[in-house]
């Protein structure tokens, strides 16, 4: 099992940036291994994938948040990061991280971010 906990999360105003951070434990010992993701659910819309990262360090981000936000992870600390710059309105929800490994995918609890107009 693989127990994740994001942090990070706040109010923040439209064009600011946030930080959220994901700390894995457990049977980490599969941590480089796993694909770690970011996901958002805003208010009232179905959770989508908005960044992720392979194990290799290969980045992959939703069309709308492409050269806003910055997915990295720390292999030896079992930490997944997301920088979020510029943000907008829309990018209000609950963001969680997610860890695939093989067929099992592992979930965070989740922590909001309010970005005001």
């Known amino acids: 099992q693989v127990q994740l906990v994001e942090s990070g999360g706040g109010l923040v105003q439209a064009g600011g940036s946030l930080g959220l951070s994901c700390a894995a434990s457990?049977?980490?010992?599969?941590?480089?291994?796993?694909?770690m993701e970011w996901y958002r659910q805003a208010p009232g819309k179905e959770r989508e994938s908005v960044a992720a990262?392979?194990?290799?360090?290969?980045?992959n981000y939703a069309d709308s948040v492409q050269g806003r936000f910055t997915i990295s992870r720390d292999n030896a600390k079992k930490m997944v990061y997301l920088q979020m710059n510029s943000l907008k309105p829309e990018d209000t929800g609950v963001y969680s991280c997610?860890?695939?490994?093989?067929?099992?995918?592992?979930w965070g609890q989740g922590t909001w971010v309010t970005v005001s107009s």
């Open positions: 990262v392979s194990s290799g360090g290969t980045a």
């Open positions: 997610a860890a695939t490994w093989g067929a099992r995918k592992y």
């Open positions: 457990g049977s980490v010992f599969v941590f480089p291994a796993m694909i």
